[in-house]
């Protein structure tokens, strides 16, 4: 009996976790694009790795920001290809962004939803 209680808490507290942690990690950012970058995914022990999309971008303090574009099944996200596509070196957009970047495991914030700046 107890061994479900356990199950059950732990259960509820990862679908709180879900809910919790985009709403107070997403964020939007201004910033124009320098560069875009294509990582291609590769077979490591039978298992194919996903193509990563970069996009290098500087705001409007002259910052740098590293953004990746990636498919993400927690927010729904299925169409990083398509959003890749529509990003254009030289163009302002405003990114809707979740995560953080982490040097050391070459982790980047994740582009949830890109709009154009019309200037």
């Known amino acids: 009996m107890k061994k479900y209680l356990y199950i059950g808490i732990g259960v509820i507290a990862f679908i709180f976790f879900c809910w919790l942690f985009p709403k107070v990690n997403r964020r939007t950012i201004t ?32 910052r740098p920001h590293t953004f990746e574009n990636t498919d993400t099944w927690i927010w729904f996200k299925f169409n990083s290809s398509d959003v890749y596509a529509k990003i254009q070196d030289g163009e302002t957009y405003d990114f809707s962004i979740v995560g953080f970047r982490i040097p050391i495991l070459s982790m980047y914030p994740n582009i949830i939803k890109v709009e154009k700046v019309n200037q």
């Open 31 to 62: 910033a124009t694009v320098n560069k875009t970058e294509r990582i291609r995914g590769s077979v490591q022990n039978g298992k194919q790795k996903l193509d990563k999309y970069l996009i290098y971008t500087l705001d409007k303090n002259d």
